[in-house]
């Protein structure tokens, strides 16, 4: 094969019909959103009709959706918001979180704005819920809990309506960053009762550059950004029209094919499991990856026994293979510290073994998945002290 994409988790291939969908916006709604006039009222209407579709795809009210330019300015705001607006003075979270709300909210703690509290994470990289309950009931400190739906290299799922239930019951507020599973579930933000939630369109087969931020009627946000005052006040800057459009049409044929598509993926990634078992017995999946019930069905992240000079070069050498996959996020692309998640989770030992996150789409078919393994296996016995060992 010349080339197979599995980096679905750092960004999808947009479906042809979010690409008409935009094309047409373009030439049908140029108007500038906050002119008064003939062209201005169309591309502003068809702005707000999105707005109440993309609500309703996830059971919330329109007036709880601001467009923003992906995630990482939604998590901005959302924290920004909860701490200048809403009082926050203690922040609950992780130091696996994504980057947009990792380092933010050690931004604020540096500026003394904010506690920042990490809870403790198990072998497996999960937060320790019970400290969590020990934490609400410690303080009296108005408190945000924020912590990610669905880990971006490690895949973990949290149970994110018992965090809402916990953080209800101490009068503390929830935020999450889900990403990387709004368009990969079916999300009910009154049914999780959560808070504060982040999306961003390119994960799910729609445009980058833009993506909303979910705030529960009554918990509005306050602008970053100082300019004029486009959607609502909470967010400065002319709206991307069809970006916002082609995010709409996104998120409802994601949702239209969610049955069938993630029981596709689902398949795709018990197989590719069941064979790294079978043709690289020393695999170590990382996380709960490599467990289908507790971690999400569109990755899988794994350490591969590869001696150290290969171990260096992994990534390139896949690339020369025609596999397209990462170590982690791609907001670390180019570093060589490895994956901060893994690092935080794991000995030194372990991290030896060089992590990779392989993750899909409806896109990728089996015959790829056989290409990948194919070649994972000749990399694994790459190593001189294997019997079966192979020059690569």
């Known amino acids: 094969m010349n080339s197979v994409y599995f980096d679905n988790a750092a960004t999808t291939k947009m479906r042809k019909e979010v690409v008409a969908c935009m094309q047409e916006s373009m030439l049908e709604n140029f108007g500038n959103p906050s002119s008064s006039h003939t062209f201005g009222r169309k591309a502003k ?5 999105s707005r109440k579709s993309i609500a309703q795809l996830i059971n919330a009210e329109a007036s709880e959706l601001i467009f923003t330019s992906g995630g990482t300015e939604a998590d901005n705001i959302i924290l920004k918001s909860a701490v200048q607006k809403h009082g926050i003075k203690r922040i609950i979270s992780t130091k696996i979180e994504h980057h947009a709300v990792l380092n933010t909210v050690l931004a604020l703690e540096a500026q003394k704005q904010v506690e920042f509290i990490a809870l403790n994470l198990d072998k ?18 108005k408190t945000l809990i924020s912590l990610m739906h669905i880990n971006n290299e490690i895949g973990n799922l949290l149970d994110l309506k018992k965090v809402c239930q916990l953080a209800h019951q101490h009068q503390a507020l929830v935020h999450s960053d889900s990403v990387q599973s709004i368009g990969h579930y079916a999300i009910d933000v009154k049914d999780l009762e959560v808070d504060f939630l982040a999306a961003s369109a390119h994960k799910f087969h729609g445009p980058k550059g833009v993506g909303f931020a979910y705030a529960k009627k009554g918990l509005g946000l306050k602008s970053m950004i100082l300019g004029g005052g486009q959607e609502k006040g909470s967010r400065a800057g002319t709206e991307n029209v069809h970006g916002i459009l082609g995010m709409e049409k996104a998120l409802e044929l994601s949702l239209k094919n969610l049955a069938t598509e993630s029981k596709y993926i689902l398949e795709l990634k018990s197989y590719f499991i069941e064979q790294l078992k079978k043709n690289v017995p020393e695999i170590l999946f990382n996380g709960e990856s490599g467990n289908l019930n507790r971690s999400t069905y569109t990755l899988v992240n794994f350490s591969l026994p590869v001696n150290e000079s290969l171990a260096a070069l992994l990534l390139f050498q896949l690339d020369l293979k025609g596999i397209a996959c990462s170590k982690g996020s791609a907001c670390q692309s180019g570093s060589n510290q490895g994956s901060f998640v893994l690092n935080e989770i794991y000995d030194e030992e372990r991290l030896k073994k060089p992590g990779l996150r392989f993750s899909f789409s409806k896109n990728n078919t089996k015959e790829e998945i056989d290409y990948a393994i194919k070649v994972l296996t000749e990399f694994s016995h790459s190593n001189p002290n294997t019997k079966n060992a192979v020059t690569v």
């Open 124 to 141: 497996n990289g999960n937060p320790d819920l019970h400290q969590l309950e020990l934490l609400l009931n410690q303080s009296s400190e």
């Open 45 to 49: 209407s068809a702005i707000e009709q």
